[in-house]
Antibody
């Protein structure tokens, strides 16, 4: 069974950093493009970032470019999102998701990140 | 990277059909056949319902269908059932390795 499990969320002050992890099981991560998607409380889904199979190409939404870095370790079957210079507007549930022909087929359960002083 | 436009709400009675629209531009919906649709229930992760405009993943009932005309994509749910309630989101490729979601539509089964 395919599973994606996020971890590393929590509360942080504005300007702080957090590193999210997404552990994959039931499939080999190296076979999939991957994404991070976030959802602020009571709001809609927002695409955050993408990474290709071997981690050599990443893209980001304008709102996080220069502050967030996505990476992967295909040996550990784990995806990461390093979030720096966090702002209140980054408060959201963060989902990792795998790519199926430019759609998002498998999703993690989500992890809450709260940025507040 | 502006969000795609969806109606905030839609509704229908059990057994009826409902269609949800998703309007973008020639830089996203109109430029690629990579529109996807998701169903999200409260407190849960989204579920992929349609990808590549009209393809259904394994396990998704054929009551769900997708289409696209120009810069507008549509999701039709036929034979509405109570379990179809929830939020529906469209998404589209929006450039080289860029994606964008719609604002979401809350579907109510009356």
């Amino acid at each position: 069974e395919v599973q994606l499990v996020e971890s590393g969320g929590g509360s942080v002050q504005p300007g702080g950093s957090l590193r999210l992890s997404c552990a994959a099981s039931g499939f080999s991560l190296r076979t999939k493009w991957m994404h991070w998607v976030r959802q602020a409380p009571g709001k809609g889904l927002v695409w955050v970032s993408y990474i290709n199979n071997d981690g050599t190409v990443t893209t980001y939404a304008d709102s996080v470019k220069g502050r967030f870095t996505m990476s992967r370790d295909n040996v550990k079957n784990t995806l990461y999102l390093q979030m720096n210079s966090l702002r209140a507007e980054d408060t959201a549930v963060y989902f990792c998701a795998s790519d199926l022909n430019c759609g998002f087929d498998y999703w993690g359960q989500g992890i809450l990140v709260t940025v507040s002083s | 990277q502006s969000a795609l436009t969806q109606p905030p709400s839609a509704s229908g009675s059990p057994g009826q059909s409902v269609t949800i629209s998703c309007t973008g531009t020639s830089s996203d919906v109109g430029g690629y056949n990579y529109v996807s649709w998701y169903h999200q229930e409260p407190g849960k992760a989204p579920k992929l319902m349609i990808y590549e405009v009209s393809k259904r993943p394994s396990g998704v009932p054929d009551r769900f269908s997708g289409s696209k005309s120009g810069n507008t994509a549509s999701l039709t749910v036929s034979g509405l059932q109570a379990e179809d309630e929830g939020d529906y989101y469209c998404a589209s490729k929006a450039g080289s390795r860029l994606w964008v979601f719609g604002g979401g539509t809350k579907l109510t089964v009356l």
